[in-house]
């Protein structure tokens, strides 16, 4: 016999009485969070798409595009949580297209 069997609960049961603070739905812990998710304006999305694929060519943006609340580093610190070490080579050609899409979001163009 092993010593897990006796340890873990039958299936479809649950430790936690439902009524206690410890029983939570998943659904319950994004609820919050889902407002906080939804970009503040069109140009903020596309700022985070801009640091998502910098993640994506495991390249980092400019030291001026990481401040806490630009949304650059918000796509950037995403993108490197989601790809790690799993990233496209960077050409010179994606150099040049993120570094053209920066400049441009930068200028409210993008």
Sequence with gaps: MSLW??????????????????????????????A???PATPADAV???????????RLTPPPRQLEPANPVRQGWQAGTSVF?????????????WLQLRLNAWRRGRA
Excluded: N
């Excluded at 700022?47 to 060519?57: M, P």
């Excluded at 790690?84 to 040049?96: A, D, Q």
């Design 5 to 34: 069997q006796s340890t873990l609960a039958a299936p479809g049961s649950s430790r936690c009485p439902p009524e206690s603070s410890a029983a939570m739905h998943t659904a319950d812990l994004f609820e919050d969070t889902a």
């Design 36 to 38: 906080a998710l939804q």
């Design 47 to 57: 700022g985070f798409e801009i640091g998502w694929d910098h993640a994506h060519y």
């Design 84 to 96: 790690g070490t799993r990233t496209l080579k960077p050409t010179p050609p994606v150099r040049k």
